[in-house]
């Protein structure tokens, strides 16, 4: 039998995982996996356990949100391991599970894990740290970190979207000069801004199929900038929900690298995850730098 190391978060979503665990593990066995379950208690135990263990297994299997996916795969690409990632949703907005089309539910993700083959992904580099799908900054961001744990168990991806609208109140503008690969230079100020390879934008935005590869080398590169006057707000909003990106108010571009000069405090999200900034930030694309298991087609 092959092994396969889960690796839990018992307290993602609205617990929902915990009740199911019996079922997984055993849709697992009869699968042909030989399955160890680990549990989660700390920020960075996913990390370091994949880190750790990832030679003693044939797949490690993620039960959680997006930022226990990041842990994991920030724990097996810190030692070079190419050992296939599983994942079960089972967060409250599982913005990259989405861009995948896993399952939302668990019995057949983990079905899907069984009859699934492993497809290589990129991932993200944001200076020293990594990142699944996004590194994003401002209007809405803080939503995905600042949200109590008890709110999305209650709420689910609701609680961000209320957490969202509060935050429009005070939303301030960041000026920022980013440098991409080409040496295309964006300089302005913005209240939004997204570097990700996911359909699925902080929660809260989409952007169109049809744009994202996500084994292409690339990142989309999204800003919005600071609008001037109720017109240009409007502009803004009727653009992203129609995802017809064609208005001065926002910026989509591809690149594979890019750096960024930001005020020095200005805070960062990675996965849903805060990240502290710095007056100079380069994110750059690792290509193929993950095998995910999915049961669809690329």
Not at 191 to 213: C, E, H
Not at 241 to 257: A, G, I, K, V
Request: glycine fraction near 8%; charged fraction near 20%; hydrophobic fraction near 40%.
């Amino acid at each position: 039998m092959k092994k396969l190391l889960i690796l839990m978060n018992p307290c993602s979503g609205k617990k929902k995982a915990n009740r199911a665990l019996a079922e997984i593990i055993d849709i697992l066995n009869r699968g042909g996996y030989d399955v160890t379950a680990y549990m989660t208690a700390a920020r960075g135990d996913a990390t370091e356990v994949a880190a750790k263990r990832a030679a003693e297994f044939d797949v490690i299997l993620c039960i959680g949100g997006d930022g226990t996916f990041n842990e994991v795969i920030s724990g097996l690409y810190s030692v070079g391991s190419k050992t296939p990632v599983a994942y079960i949703p089972a967060g409250s907005t599982n913005d990259f599970a989405n861009s995948l089309k896993l399952s939302k539910e668990l019995l057949q993700a983990a079905r899907d894990v069984v009859e699934g083959t492993p497809r290589p992904l990129d991932i993200g580099r944001f200076n020293d740290r990594y990142f699944s799908y996004i590194a994003s900054f401002g209007a809405f961001t803080r939503a995905s970190y600042a949200t109590s744990q008890s709110l999305k168990n209650a709420l689910g991806h609701f609680a961000y979207i209320l957490s969202g609208v509060k935050e429009i109140a005070s939303i301030r503008s960041k000026h920022l000069r980013l440098t991409l690969a080409d040496g295309t230079v964006f300089e302005d100020d913005y209240i939004f801004g997204a570097i990700s390879n996911s359909t699925s934008v902080a929660g809260l935005l989409t952007l169109a199929p049809d744009l994202v590869d996500m084994n292409d080398g690339l990142f989309e590169v999204l800003l919005i900038r600071k609008p001037k006057n109720p017109l240009e707000l409007s502009d803004c909003v009727l653009a992203l929900t129609t995802q017809d990106y064609n208005t001065p108010m926002l910026t989509l571009t591809s690149t594979e690298r890019v750096e960024i000069e930001a005020p020095a405090d200005m805070d960062w999200t990675l996965d849903g995850e805060h990240a502290d900034g710095a007056a100079l930030c380069t994110v750059e694309n690792l290509r193929s730098a993950v095998n995910v298991i999915t049961n669809v087609k690329a």
